[in-house]
């Protein structure tokens, strides 16, 4: 009797340990889908070969030698390209100046004179002779 419990107990430690062991483990990934087509672009293969007989072209005239490069003038004509390509932002930024500074005066004449209370004083007073204020 005593051996049949035992044996039941490790029967039922088996089936709940497999249980949990199965739980507990990650399921393992499925290998997924790997196909890689194979084919032909002729026209890569085309320009490949173009390259390639290019540049043998280029080693066979070179012949190993260094060859110099002229770097007079490389640097200013540098410059003027890039600030052609900044005139624009350039105008922009000067005219984004000139209607700040304009707007800026505009302000300071208005507030520093009387111009301000005059157009005031006239539109109330318009405003209430219309509306039969007075």
């Known amino acids: 009797m005593d051996v049949a419990k035992n044996i039941l107990k490790l029967r039922y430690l088996c089936a709940v340990g497999g249980l949990l062991e199965a739980l507990s483990k990650k399921q393992a990934k499925p290998r997924g889908f790997r196909f890689k ?4 672009d002729a026209g890569k293969a085309e320009f490949n070969a173009r390259v390639e007989r290019l540049r043998a072209e280029r080693d066979a005239a070179d012949k190993g030698q260094y ?3 002229n770097f007079k003038g490389a640097f200013s004509k540098r410059l003027q390209r890039n600030n052609s390509k ?3 932002a350039q105008l922009y930024n000067l005219r984004l100046v000139v209607m700040l500074s304009a707007i800026l005066i505009i302000s300071y004449l208005l507030f520093q004179t009387s111009l301000i209370d005059q157009i005031v004083k006239q539109f109330l007073e318009v405003f209430s002779k219309k509306n039969g204020l007075y």
């Open 37 to 40: 087509p194979m084919y032909f």
């Open 67 to 69: 060859v110099p490069h």
């Open 86 to 88: 900044t005139k624009p």
